[in-house]
């Protein structure tokens, strides 16, 4: 490059050669090279803000009023921050404040660059598991999680762990996930995070997705996913007994800790989801319709919530299923409807029905409005009507990946 440059510097002083007729070659190509030397040597200019991540925030609000009772909520404040961290790795980190305080909702990072299409994702993450699960509070299609996630994996997918994905190399979308967490939903406390115990006690995922286009109007996506947990231990300390260790071999009597339940404690939770997406070319972003289903197995044994032993082995099902149109550039009518089984009483049954409107005023402003009806099959259940306003606004770069297709 200096040679270049230097060449075209001679060339444009050939020209100008009689406009200093006692100026010799020699002294020509001497100040020639002191410019270039100044030239290389000047410091770049570059933006303070150059190397800081992209960053932006989502504020959530909402208004409840549910059988005569009025609530006004601040959800959430959620900060998020990414970037690439080298040509091989990307990150990002999502802090959430709320009224219970403020939180590491997610951390991760993710290689760029590995072959055989292998990607590698570590940290704090939102699991791979089923559609809406890994959908934060605020980018749902409706106000409140659906009671099928919040009961069946305990809100959102957050786990701490690793997940490894493979693209297949298809004509069509084709990825496999396979992971291995601590455990996996935000508000999940079978397990603790903070504690250390055996790797059969971690939970391992998987999951199969599948992306095509029928035609140029039509999309389909379907999804199968799995979280298997070998064991649980959970001690009962109304009644001293014998301790285990963590490997499963008996400890000395122990007089302060009870039996620790280890054998029969295996828990399996599948689900199956699919969405069809109608897109017609010649209606752009502003015509269209999304219908999304999801259901779920629960299988394991449960605890007494007093005791802590072990009762019997209960097989649950749960989904949910909600169709949403784009009407204009604005409004986004739909309707949802959610079924959830109880999960120490399978046959307790909890129906929700929701009918919601939502209002993007702009690109980062929306307005949603909701009506829901919960009964259950209970002889002495009651149900209740809830209506709901959520008023969310985006600052800044604030996204979390191609949501809305």
Known sequence: MRFILLISLLSWTSIAQAQEPGQSSEDRIKTLEDRLNKIEGAPVKTSLSAFNPAMGMALDFATSHTNGKQSVNF??????????????????????????????????????????NLTVTGGRLF??????????????PVIDRPRSLDTFIGGETQADGVEVSYLFPTPFYLTAVGGVVNKMGATNTRADNAVARPLNNFTYLGRLAAYTDLGDDHSLELGVSEAWTPKRFVTDTSVPGTDFNADGTLDTPNTSAGLQTRKNTWRSLGGVDFTYRYQPASGGLYKGAIWSTEVLQNNERRFNSTTNLPTDRVRSYAGFSYIQFKVGPRLRPGVMVDLTEDLDTAKTLTRTFTVFI???????????LAFSRTSDNRPTGLGSNTIGVQWTGVLGHHVHGFRDR
């Open 358 to 368: 939502t209002y993007d005023v702009t690109e980062f402003q929306r307005l949603r």
């Open 127 to 140: 699991a791979s598991f089923g559609r809406l699960a890994h959908f934060h509070d605020h980018e749902l």
């Open 75 to 116: 959800r959430a404040a959620e900060l998020n921050l990414e970037a690439p961290i080298d040509p091989f790795l990307k990150g990002w980190a999502i802090l959430t404040g709320s009224p219970s305080g403020v939180a590491v909702e997610e951390a991760a990072m993710q290689t760029t660059a590995l072959p055989y």
